[in-house]
C-alpha cells in the first residue's frame, strides 16, 4: 500500500493549498478571500480598498461647494471679514444697538468739537453727533451694496448666460454692447447722469451702478457657460433630449455661478467706495441722507482744524470695503480648483 503523501501547505499571496480526496488541490482561502473583500479593513479607515478620500460604500464624494465650505471654515481671513461684515449688517438694520441718537440732531453750538463724554467721535461743522452719524451711514452704504450687486449679478449672469450658451448672432450683439459700456468710464458717467438727478434716496445711484457695471459680470458668465456646456455631461444630456432650459438650469448654471459668486462678491465693496466716492462729489447721495461720502466730503474743508471729522467716517468706509474684498478674495481662493 503506497504511503499517503504529507499535507502540502503553501502560501501564495495569503493563499492555503491543502490536498483532497482526489489527489488534487483546492484553495481553501477562496471563500474567505471573498468575504474579506466585502468587508473594508480597520487599516483603511472603514473605506473601500481602492476607493478616494473621504468616499466609501456609504459615503458620496464632496461637491465642489463642501469641499469651498470646509476650506472656508479654516481660513482665518475668512471668519475674520464675515465677522465684520456681519457686525456691519446688524447695526445696519438695528443702528440703535449701539447709537441711541439721531444722526439730524445737531447743536450749532458745538460744531467741530472734539470727544466729549458720550460723544467718543465729537462733533462735525453742523454740531452732528460724528459718531451717530458714521453708525447710521452704514446702512446706506451696505444697502446700496448690495442691492446694487444683486442688480448687476442678475442682470449680467442672464444676459452674458444667454449669449454663451446660444452664441450666434445674440453673443455677437451684446459683445459689442458690452465694449460700449466699458469705454465709459465710471466716475465721468456718474458726474454726466446723476448730475440732473434731484432725489436724495439712494435709487439713482443704484440704478447708475447697475446699468455700468452689468458688463463686466455679462463677460465672466459667458465665459463660463462657453466652458461649462462643453462638458461631457452637458453633451449627453442634449443627446439624452434635453431641453434647453433643462441643460441651463440643473447642468450649466450650477457649474459656471462660482466665477460669478467670486467677482460679485468683490464688486460688493468697490460699489461702496463707488457710492461715496460720488456722494463726496457732490453727484451721489444728498443730503439729508445720511452717508459716509457725504460726510467725508463736507468735513474735507476742516481736515486741518477738526481731522476727527474726517477720520471716522473714513475709516469707516476703509474697513467695510477692506472686508469685502478680503471676503472676495477667500471665497475665490476656495472655488478655484487650480488653486488646490
Not at 456609504?58 to 461637491?63: A, G, I, L
Not at 442678475?154 to 450666434?168: E, K, R, T
Not at 461631457?232 to 441643460?247: K, W
Request: glycine residues 12%; neutral net charge.
Amino acid at each position: 500500500m503506497p504511503e499517503q503523501p504529507e499535507p502540502l501547505e503553501s502560501y501564495e499571496e495569503g493563499r492555503a493549498i491543502a490536498p483532497t480526496g482526489a489527489g488534487g488541490a483546492s484553495d481553501l482561502a477562496t471563500a474567505e478571500g471573498e468575504t474579506l473583500e466585502q468587508r473594508p479593513s480597520a487599516a483603511s479607515g472603514g473605506r473601500a480598498p481602492g476607493g478616494p478620500m473621504g468616499t466609501g460604500a456609504d459615503k458620496k464624494p464632496r461637491s465642489l461647494w463642501s469641499d469651498a465650505w470646509r476650506d472656508l471654515r479654516r481660513n482665518p481671513i475668512f471668519i475674520i471679514s464675515s465677522l465684520v461684515i456681519l457686525f456691519l449688517v446688524v447695526i445696519s438694520i438695528w443702528p440703535q444697538l449701539i447709537a441711541s441718537g439721531d444722526p439730524l440732531d445737531c447743536d450749532l453750538s458745538k460744531a467741530q468739537e472734539g470727544s466729549q463724554p458720550g460723544h467718543p467721535f465729537g462733533f462735525n461743522g453742523q454740531g452732528c453727533d460724528v459718531y451717530t452719524r458714521t453708525v447710521y451711514g452704514a446702512r446706506t452704504s451696505v444697502t446700496v451694496g448690495v442691492l446694487a450687486t444683486l442688480g448687476v449679478a442678475i442682470l449680467g449672469s442672464l444676459l452674458g448666460g444667454l449669449a454663451g450658451f446660444f452664441g450666434g448672432a445674440w453673443d455677437g450683439v451684446l459683445s459689442r454692447i458690452t465694449d460700449v459700456f466699458f469705454a465709459i468710464p465710471v466716475v465721468l458717467g456718474g458726474l454726466v447722469l446723476l448730475s440732473v438727478v434731484t432725489s436724495s434716496t439712494v435709487w439713482p445711484v443704484i440704478g447708475f451702478m447697475v446699468l455700468l457695471g452689468w458688463p463686466q459680470l455679462s463677460r465672466i458668465a459667458r465665459s463660463s457657460v462657453i466652458t461649462a456646456k462643453q462638458n461631457d455631461y452637458v453633451q449627453a444630456a442634449r443627446a439624452l433630449g434635453a431641453s434647453n432650459s433643462r441643460m441651463m438650469l440643473r447642468h450649466i448654471a450650477p457649474n459656471a455661478v462660482a466665477p460669478v459668486i467670486v467677482v460679485a462678491t468683490i464688486a460688493l465693496g468697490t460699489y461702496i467706495a463707488l457710492e461715496a466716492t460720488l456722494s463726496y462729489l457732490g453727484v451721489g447721495l444728498k443730503p439729508p441722507t445720511v452717508s459716509w461720502g457725504i460726510d467725508i466730503s463736507s468735513a474735507s474743508q476742516y481736515i486741518r482744524n477738526a481731522p476727527h471729522m474726517l477720520l471716522w467716517p473714513a475709516g469707516a468706509l476703509a474697513i467695510t470695503v477692506l472686508a469685502f474684498i478680503m471676503l472676495g478674495d477667500a471665497v475665490r481662493d476656495a472655488l478655484d480648483p487650480k488653486l488646490r
